[in-house]
């Protein structure tokens, strides 16, 4: 057996080598490192993948909601709610602009933003919801476009960790991450269910006036070269990073079976250990599993994530502080007790490994070292 890793991004080229490296030669070949036509390709294609009107590439995850709340004019004075048990992107966005990132705390089913406390958090400064959909299940959508609609709010999906994730809608209809809101951004760090091979990532939108202005944003704010129309920022996805994401965008919907496997397996090995929660997935969204993230009961986490390291088996811990206790963001003046389910699930989480490349033999050993622990 292969050594067991939270991420396989070796073997996964591997397997489709051939490929990635005549896209990157080709690009090499043409020397059109900055804009060069996979760039315009890889928007076209991800937005016929994804069901979206618009695709806007940039330079990473992070920009994409930063540009998003720039071109929804979002600045001082502005509130923008969000949740505390997140990457810490998505609330630096929102402070990064002045503006003043409101949380709501999470379901601690599912860990997504729970949409039954947002009404409370909104104010008459509130201008846009960041929704984040964790470790590859979407947010519940629907309660929360409901009310951003009635009170004119806009909503910016964190689609980050989600793409490809559909969400069925109570008329039957379905949707992708990041393709509910009035935008959804994507990132593709290498790791996430589609990495490229060093940072990229996206803006998605429907409407096509808000995509000229995210296009802008991302150009200087510029749509005619040396002329500028808004303050914007230089965030642009590399050449090379679009051929390397136009293949892999071929597979990822086979990358998101294998996750779904090798989740599946877990479901099934693990669903008797009784100090072991397994994700919950609800009815309305599918879960494609960027993370497979339990919850170990009874403050036992710390000594089951050594009991595997001691076993040659990597965890990891998504997140361990609540975004409302980080320092950076003392500020906003929030307390320990605050937004406690995001506070406990920073003790009970963890998160085992999850990659396409995950083995048989590796599933099985991880699943009986776990059953087999001692707690
Ligand atoms: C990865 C991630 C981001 C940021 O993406 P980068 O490409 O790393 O800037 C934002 N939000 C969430 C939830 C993420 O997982």
Known sequence: MNPIQMVDLKSQYLRIKPEVDAAIQHVLDSTAFIQG???CEFEQQLAQYAGSKY????????????????????????????????????VEAIALL???????????????????????????KTKAIIPVHLYGQCADMEPILDLAKKRNIKVIEDA????GTPYTFSDG??????????????????????????????????????AERLRAICRHGSQVKYHHDYVGVNSRLDTLQAAVLQVKLRHLDDYITKRKAAAHYY?????EVAWLQLPDIKTNTQHTFH????????????????????KGIPTMIYYPISVHLQPAYRSLGCQEGDFPISERLCKEVLSLPMHTELTEDQLQYICETIVNCPL
């Open 160 to 163: 980050c960790q989600a793409i």
């Open 173 to 210: 209809t379905t949707k992708q991450a990041g393709t509910m809101g009035d935008i959804g951004c994507l990132s593709f760090f290498p790791s996430k269910n589609l990495g490229c091979y060093g940072d990229g990532g996206a803006i998605m939108t429907d409407d096509e006036t808000l």
């Open 55 to 90: 695709v806007v590439s940039c330079g990473n995850g992070t920009d994409a909601l930063l540009v998003a709340l720039m071109a929804l004019g979002i600045g001082p004075g502005d509130e923008v709610i969000t949740v505390p048990f997140t990457f810490v992107a998505s």
């Open 98 to 124: 002045g503006a003043k990132p409101v949380f709501v705390d999470v379901c601690e089913d599912t860990f997504t933003m729970d949409a039954s406390l947002l009404e409370d958090a909104i104010t008459p």
């Open 37 to 39: 036509a996979p760039v």
């Open 291 to 310: 993370q497979f993230t339990v919850k170990v009961k009874d403050g036992k986490r710390d000594v089951l994530k050594q009991y595997l390291t001691d």
């Open 267 to 271: 479901y099934e090995a693990l669903k």
